[in-house]
């Protein structure tokens, strides 16, 4: 995709990872979704296959302005942002449109709510909260993966930013097996919403914008990159 930032190629990707030896390797999510995207000329085919048959109207001719490669969105309650894997700034007819995109092959979506709060501490309490008022959620059940969580947060806190009109939580997954598939259909239902796959849908509820997600398949010729 032209007007990457901070890039020339799939190559520098590399050194924007938070630990580049461990992540960056052959048929893991972070190279292959590099690769995906900068050899797409506007969203990879697939994204904008599922992007364009939407028929909500906020999302009509939507087409990318600008990405960027580990998108960091601070927090409030400690000293790690989200660092999402690709954040885009797309335009529609309606409006500019903030675009989370989560890269995964057979990597899970980390650890359960009940996981990353067995260590529980002030800081934590304050996120979690930050981050329901931010979905407008109630606090969901322990096994909800909390990566889901922050990323479709760093979507509206984005999308704020830059006066969006709607913004997209977007899961570009590379498993045949659809790891994780299972953990994302959970997030979606927090919002009363079944999902889906290959399907942008609205995630009901009164954020300051409007959510949206989708989980879509990438070309896992791009696993071999």
Request: net charge neutral.
């Amino acid at each position: 995709m032209s007007r990457i930032l901070l890039t020339t190629g799939p190559a520098d990707w590399k050194k924007l990872l938070a630990d580049p030896q461990k992540h960056w390797q052959t048929g893991y999510s972070a190279r292959t979704l590099a690769h995906s995207w900068e050899q797409s000329e506007g969203f990879p085919p697939e994204v904008s296959a599922v992007l364009t048959q939407t028929t909500e109207p906020l999302l009509a001719k939507l087409s990318p302005f600008l990405a960027m490669p580990e998108f960091k969105v601070p927090l409030p309650g400690g000293n790690r942002p989200s660092q999402n894997d690709v954040f885009v700034l797309a335009r529609s007819s309606a409006g500019p449109v903030c675009i989370m995109v989560e890269g995964k092959v057979n990597e899970s979506f980390g650890p359960t709510l009940d996981e990353w709060r067995a260590d529980a501490s002030p800081g934590k309490a304050e996120r979690l909260d930050f981050l329901l008022r931010t979905l407008c959620i109630s606090p969901p059940g322990g096994a909800i993966r909390y990566q889901l969580l922050h990323r479709a947060a760093s979507a509206i806190i984005t999308g704020e930013q830059y006066h969006a009109v709607a913004a997209i939580v977007l899961v570009h997954s590379f498993s045949e097996q659809r790891t994780g598939w299972a953990d994302y259909s959970a997030f979606v239902r927090l919002f009363g919403v079944e999902a889906v796959c290959e399907v942008l849908q609205h995630l009901t509820g009164a954020p300051s914008i409007p959510l949206f997600a989708a989980w879509v398949a990438g070309d896992r010729r791009f696993l071999e990159s």
